[in-house]
C-alpha cells in the first residue's frame, strides 16, 4: 500500500501536503512531528519526538492521540517509521493500535581509519 518506489518518495519529499507540528506544554514546545497526506485517505507520521525532560510522563500518547483526533480524522490509513530498538516508542504505538505492516532491518559498519 506504500508503493516505496522512487516516484513516490519524490512526491513525499515535494509535497506541499507535509507540514510540521509543535506540541506545546505550559506554554513550552516539549514535542514535534511532520504530517504527510499524499492522498486524502493515506496519511504519514514522521519525524515523532518528545524533549527528553517529559519522556515517560504520557505526552507523546497525549501529543499522537490529539493528532489522531484531529489531524488524521479524515485518512483511512495512518503509517509511520519506529525503530524497534526503542521499546517506549514501539510499546506507545502498538497500543494506539497501530500493527506491523512490515519491518525493516538495517546493519551498519563502523570503518575505522588509521
Avoid at 17 to 24: D, P
Avoid at 43 to 66: F, N, P, S
Avoid at 78 to 107: C, K, M, T
Amino acid at each position: 500500500l506504500l508503493r516505496e518506489d522512487a516516484a513516490f518518495i519524490e512526491r513525499m519529499m515535494d509535497s506541499p501536503k507535509r507540514k510540521g507540528y509543535l506540541y506545546i506544554y505550559n506554554d513550552k514546545p516539549i514535542g514535534v512531528m511532520q504530517k504527510c497526506e499524499e492522498e486524502e485517505s493515506l496519511g504519514m507520521l514522521y519525524g515523532v519526538a518528545i524533549d527528553e525532560a517529559y519522556r515517560g510522563q504520557g505526552h507523546g500518547k497525549a501529543m499522537l492521540q490529539l493528532a489522531l483526533d484531529t489531524l488524521f480524522d479524515s485518512c483511512d490509513f495512518l503509517a509511520l517509521e519506529v525503530d524497534s530498538h526503542n521499546p517506549r516508542a514501539f510499546g506507545l504505538y502498538r497500543d494506539l493500535g497501530f500493527e506491523i505492516e512490515f519491518q525493516v532491518n538495517y546493519h551498519r559498519l563502523i570503518l575505522l581509519s588509521n
